[in-house]
């Protein structure tokens, strides 16, 4: 059961120590995998939106490779290897162009692009080597020398020098990556640590891959204090590049020797040389081989002068000189170098300036160090895209963007590469510059019309009659392609947007309403990549909405009409009236006598106009009673009038003699005879029967009393 038990707990034990492992101290995941990898060496793999993905070797050096290390808790880095030394990544590759200066706690705070911004395969995966835990520090120090202290329990702490040789230095100068063990160093000669000690009497037999699986009697066992802290100078760590303007992989090359640092000479200087104190300084591939004095001169001995490496030698002493102290030269000719590990950042100009109207014309200069020639400038912008790379066979180069747009709104960087054996290295990107484009939007002009005809322009503004159609059309003269309108009201607070085409919009409104009335005016806007611009209001125009004339006019004329017609119908009713009761009247039946049988007679008789004759114009109606006729006839006279006739004295009828049958023709002679008479109907004339006595005209009149 206690052997279950702990089974178990050895076995949960390893489990958290692969997951911590992988953990980082601070950011985001990050964990070293592949073929030959090992806990504190492999490829670089960073965990994010849930996936693990690799990172690109484009830029990646030392201080990159310090900042993982530091975040494994496994030392200091001891190489930045590239081009998938630990075989290839299959997710995706989130990391590219990353720039670290060394100090960053988590890779994801240095400096890079984004995720997944990258130009790369993973046949360029990095990865690193770190030192485990273990590393060199102290004054002095250098990559390959300095105090040795061993991480443990979360903390760092110093090796005790009893007992320690060359055989354990050699140890640590694999596990560090320096080469050989040149010294086996004690009695603090890097200084005096501060933490625990935590090793004493290591026993190595030179074969091992960490120190800590030497003999020792356990961690914390000892009788030591810090002026017995141990350190190791090792073979790659008799050189170092140092003066003005150095890195860690470029400067003034320096020997150790005779326990004094001192220049080489530039006599015959050349790139052989300097790939073997690239190689030696582990930083890559010599890029540049400097001379005269490039970065500034030294001041200690001349070492050596005259050297001829074939390139393959591990150390520099390893090559043909005429030997320590032998040459021929003063210190401004002192050598240098610059290996692709240590390629500058590339500087980044603009002009005119970073801020340009769209349509200008702007240049973009990249410039490295006068050490580089015959190199590659690439132009990156932000939004991912590339300008032609331009070889130069100067230290700089410029790019040209003849006609600025709002695509050319962005953030851009340059990058520097020099191919070298067929090998390409790259600079890490320079920094940031960003090109703003800006727009002088002018004030859009604003018109109305109305396709049905419903608009009249009067001094108040634009009167549209309710129902009809209109529309509001916005346009402005630039030469933006895109952009927008927004036509604004106040009545209600209304804004509508229309896309612009070809630099105008219409707002059409189909039926006007009351509640289209008020001022109108017009805004036009531009949106860049990451900016808006936008124009001066336009006046207000003022729409009206008046209700139709017709629907004014047409009640009062309707009724106008209605009266007309009543009027015309009231009279022609009265008219037709009168003619129908003078049909009536002109044809009655009249008693004139009684016959022998006691029966009365009746005639028909048409009433006429008549005036007396037989006297003197103008007499009167009293004055028929004084003139007799002997046989007591009266003779009438029937004539027409005109309008200037005479009136008519007496009104007498036309009788139809009808007495009946049988009777006799001859009447009495106190009975008064009359005729029919026949009125023509368009004719004037007068018939006489009597002529002196008791004579009437009858008239007939034309129509005029």
Request: charged share 20%; glycine share 10%.
């Amino acid at each position: 059961m206690a052997n279950t038990h702990s089974t178990h707990l050895h076995c949960w034990t390893i489990v958290c120590l692969l997951f911590t492992s992988s953990l980082p101290a601070a950011g985001v995941q990050i964990r070293l995998v592949g073929p030959g990898s090992t806990q504190c060496s492999g490829r670089v793999e960073v965990f994010h939106g849930g996936t693990w993905g690799t990172v690109c070797d484009d830029g990646w050096d030392l201080n990159d490779a310090q900042v993982v290390c530091r975040q494994m808790n496994c030392g200091t880095a001891v190489s930045a290897l590239s081009s998938a030394h630990f075989g290839r990544g299959s997710g995706p590759i989130w990391l590219d162009d990353v720039v670290c200066s060394g100090n960053e706690s988590s890779l994801t705070e240095c400096q890079h692009p984004g995720f997944r911004s990258h130009n790369c395969k993973h046949d360029k995966d990095a990865g690193v080597m770190c030192s485990d835990h273990i590393r060199l520090v102290g004054p002095g120090s250098t990559q390959c020398s300095g105090r040795v202290e061993v991480f443990h329990g979360g903390t760092w702490g110093t090796v005790c020098d009893d007992g320690w040789d060359l055989n354990d230095a050699q140890v640590v100068c694999r596990q560090m990556n320096c080469g050989t063990a040149v010294s086996a160093l004690s009695s603090a000669h890097f200084g005096h640590g501060s933490g625990p000690i935590w090793l004493d009497d290591v026993v190595c037999s030179g074969s091992e891959s960490s120190l800590t699986e030497c003999q020792h009697p356990g961690f914390r066992s000892h009788n030591c204090k810090h002026d017995k802290d141990a350190g190791v100078m090792c073979s790659a760590s008799q050189i170092r590049l140092v003066g003005p303007g150095s890195t860690q992989c470029s400067g003034r090359v320096e020997v150790f020797h005779g326990g004094t640092w001192g220049t080489v000479c530039d006599d015959g200087w050349d790139l052989n040389d300097a790939q073997v104190v690239c190689r030696q300084m582990n930083c890559g591939t010599a890029v540049s081989a400097l001379s005269s004095a490039h970065f500034g001169r030294g001041s200690g001995p001349i070492w050596l002068d005259d050297v001829v490496c074939s390139g393959n030698e591990s150390s520099l002493t390893e090559c043909q000189h005429p030997g320590f102290r032998s040459h021929n030269c003063k210190h401004d000719k002192d050598a240098g170098v610059m290996c692709s590990a240590s390629l500058p950042k590339p500087s980044i100009s603009m002009n005119p300036a970073t801020e340009v109207t769209w349509g200008q014309s702007v240049s973009i200069t990249c410039s490295i160090s006068a050490a580089f020639l015959d190199g590659t400038f690439s132009l990156m912008a932000s939004s991912g895209s590339r300008r032609n790379p331009q070889t130069s066979t100067s230290n700089s180069a410029t790019f040209n963007i003849p006609t600025v747009t709002f695509e050319n709104d962005g953030s851009y960087q340059c990058q520097y590469q020099k191919t070298i054996s067929s090998q390409t290295f790259s600079s890490p990107p320079s920094d940031p510059v960003t090109l703003h484009v800006t727009v002088n939007l002018h004030q859009p002009s604003i018109s109305v019309m109305s396709p049905s005809g419903g608009l009249v322009w009067v001094p108040e503004g634009a009167e549209v009659t309710r129902g009809h159609s209109f529309v509001i059309t916005c346009s402005v003269n630039a030469g933006y392609p895109g952009g927008r309108f927004t036509l604004i009201s106040d009545s209600d607070n209304i804004t509508t947007t229309e896309a612009a085409v070809n630099n105008s919009a219409s707002f059409n409104f189909s039926v006007a309403e009351y509640e289209h009335q008020g001022n109108y005016s017009c805004v036009y806007e531009v949106t860049g990549s990451t900016r808006t611009f936008t124009s001066p209001q336009t006046a207000a125009i003022h729409i009206i909405i008046r209700f139709p004339l017709l629907l004014l006019v047409l009640p009062p004329v309707a009724g106008g009409l209605l009266l007309f017609l009543l009027v015309f119908v009231v009279i022609f009713l009265i008219r037709r009236r009168r003619s129908h009761s003078g049909q009536i009247g002109a044809h009655v039946q009249t008693q004139m006598f009684e016959d022998d049988d006691g029966e009365e007679d009746y005639i028909n008789v048409d009433e006429v106009y008549t005036k007396e004759l037989n006297g003197p114009a103008g007499m009167g109606d009293d004055d028929d009673d004084d003139d007799d006729d002997d046989d007591d006839d009266r003779d009438y006279e029937e004539a027409e009038t005109d309008g200037n006739c005479m009136k008519s004295k007496r009104a007498c009828f036309n009788v139809e003699g009808s007495q009946g049958e049988g009777e006799s023709g001859d009447s009495s002679d106190d009975e008064a005879d009359y005729e029919n008479v026949t009125q023509p109907p368009s004719e004037q004339y007068a018939d006489i029967y009597g002529e002196n006595e008791n004579v009437y005209a009858n008239y007939e009149f034309s129509g005029h009393l």
